[in-house]
T-cell receptor, first 116, second 114 residues
Framework: EAGVAQSPRYKIIEKRQSVAFWCNPI?????LYWYQQILGQGPKLLIQ????????DSQLPKDRFSAERLKGVDSTLKIQPAKLEDSAVYLC??????????????FGPGTRLLVL | AQTVTQSQPEMSVQEAETVTLSCTYD???????LFWYKQPPSRQMILVIR??????QNATENRFSVNFQKAAKSFSLKISDSQLGDAAMYFC???????????FGAGTRLFVKA
């Protein structure tokens, strides 16, 4: 079974530029999560999808971050414009169904973003 | 708001020895779930072990076990017979049954000495 795929793996941009990250969850997984992991901290949930609907985006800085999950499969996370404090690893995870606690979240390798 | 605290930024253990990683959390909920995740260097984060708060029995997965103290809001991870492959960041995480947002601690980096 293929795992969660993310691209790119690394990205370096200058502040005020735009950047987009892509995630392909495990086939059949209805729930998709985007986390931000700043160096030295644990992951922080940015947005959570159930199929193509948003379940929780309370911690997403909506003035600069946006995310979509068209057709309930792949997802993209965009930052426009980027700030220095956006430097972090962006993790994508998926699980089979939302709210079923015994179902595990499977994480991708992450995209490491550096904003100069 | 729920919080998760891992007070040990780094720990080290000798190969084949036992190590315990600490985690405390704060919540007003009575029913919730707790997790330990492992994040090896440059590799995916994976679930190590989970505990349901309504279960008094501590969860065990092979060499990994937890000490869940609900009244004290403590959830420690014990790794027995430590192996070199156990070296990683370990994150404690909390999820209440009514919500869908997993809250992670800041992590503990575990070093395993040969």
């Amino acid at each position: 079974e293929a795992g969660v795929a993310q691209s790119p793996r690394y990205k370096i941009i200058e502040k005020r530029q735009s950047v987009a990250f892509w995630c392909n969850p495990i086939s059949g997984h209805a729930t998709l999560y985007w986390y931000q992991q700043i160096l030295g901290q644990g992951p922080k949930l940015l947005i959570q999808f159930q199929n193509n609907g948003v379940v929780d985006d309370s911690q997403l800085p909506k003035d600069r971050f946006s995310a979509e999950r068209l057709k309930g499969v792949d997802s993209t996370l965009k930052i426009q414009p980027a700030k220095l404090e956006d430097s972090a690893v962006y993790l994508c995870a998926s699980s089979l169904r939302l709210g079923v606690i015994q179902e595990t979240q499977y994480f991708g390798p992450g995209t490491r973003l550096l904003v100069l | 708001a729920q919080t998760v605290t891992q007070s040990q930024p780094e720990m080290s253990v000798q190969e084949a020895e036992t190590v315990t990683l600490s985690c405390t959390y704060d919540t007003s909920e009575s029913d919730y779930y707790l997790f330990w995740y492992k994040q090896p260097p440059s590799r995916q984060m994976i679930l190590v072990i989970r505990q349901e708060a309504y279960k008094q029995q501590n969860a065990t997965e092979n060499r990994f076990s937890v000490n869940f103290q609900k009244a004290a809001k403590s959830f420690s991870l014990k790794i027995s017979d430590s192996q070199l492959g156990d070296a990683a960041m370990y994150f404690c995480a909390y999820l209440n049954t009514g919500g869908f947002k997993t809250i992670f601690g800041a992590g503990t980096r575990l070093f395993v000495k040969a």
